[in-house]
């Protein structure tokens, strides 16, 4: 039986014949289904999704805690104001210097209004409130059904204006009360349909109450006061 006579152009396309052959087969095995391609998908999102959220609970955690950093400071004519979170209440933390064993310190006040809503209580006449020697704060109502915030309120002014170097005194009846002289400074605390201070006399102050806001009108108060007592 005559041989098979293969000759070099053969080989090549054998070779060749082989190749596309296999390469026929590599494709036919890697060719991927359509529920694997499905997975693949699901993946690619749910990786995107976690990435992406990751990245929106960093941006909102720095911006809270830039606001947070931001909200929690407040300065009103030079007196500074820092948040302070007890419990439940929230407090606005001031201080006053005084002399201590002939050191001055920083004395801690804290009030319960924001002063950023105090700037907002109307004090007419304003220029005109100056910080005397002898202060006489008249209570011409007893806020009784106030849950005792007219207890605090009186307590922080007296406090506030005892250390600053006043003679603070209280005093309850229904009249208006005023030195024509102007050595004293009346402070005439009243219910009323608007919270608002005005000026009623020489160095003589009407302190109108409405709702029980006795803190928001005292600690207006108690603010400007501050405000003038670092302008001596």
């Known amino acids: 039986m005559p041989k098979k006579i293969v000759t070099g152009k053969n080989k090549v396309l054998n070779k060749k014949e082989n190749i596309q052959e296999k390469s026929k087969k590599t494709e036919e095995t890697q060719e991927i289904s359509p529920e694997k391609?499905?997975?693949r998908t699901e993946k690619a999102v749910i990786t995107f999704l976690i990435i992406l959220g990751a990245i929106v609970v960093l941006l909102v955690v720095t911006y809270l805690i830039f606001f947070s950093m931001k909200y929690s400071k407040y300065t009103y004519n030079g007196v500074d104001f820092t948040s302070v979170q007890e419990g439940k209440l929230m407090f606005y933390k001031f201080s006053i210097p005084v002399y201590y064993q002939g050191k001055e310190i920083p004395y801690n006040f804290y009030i319960r209004t924001n002063p950023r809503i105090l700037k907002n209580v109307?004090?007419?006449?304003?220029?005109?409130?100056?910080?005397?020697?002898?202060?006489?704060?008249?209570?011409?109502?007893?806020?009784?059904?106030?849950?005792?915030?007219?207890?605090?309120?009186?307590?922080?002014?007296?406090?506030?204006?005892?250390?600053?170097?006043?003679?603070?005194?209280?005093?309850?009846?229904?009249s208006t009360l005023c030195d024509l002289s102007g050595k004293t400074m009346y402070l005439n605390l009243e219910e009323s349909n608007e919270t608002k201070i005005f000026q009623v006399?020489?160095?003589?102050?009407q302190v109108d109450v409405n709702n029980c806001e006795i803190l928001k009108a005292t600690e207006k108060l108690m603010v400007e006061s501050v405000v003038k007592y670092n302008a001596l």
């Open 201 to 205: 006399g020489f160095s003589c102050f």
């Open 122 to 174: 109307v004090f007419e006449n304003l220029q005109n409130y100056q910080l005397m020697r002898k202060i006489v704060i008249v209570a011409k109502s007893n806020f009784t059904n106030c849950d005792g915030d007219q207890v605090i309120a009186m307590a922080n002014l007296v406090k506030l204006y005892t250390f600053i170097g006043a003679n603070v005194s209280v005093q309850y009846g229904n």
């Open 37 to 39: 391609k499905k997975k």
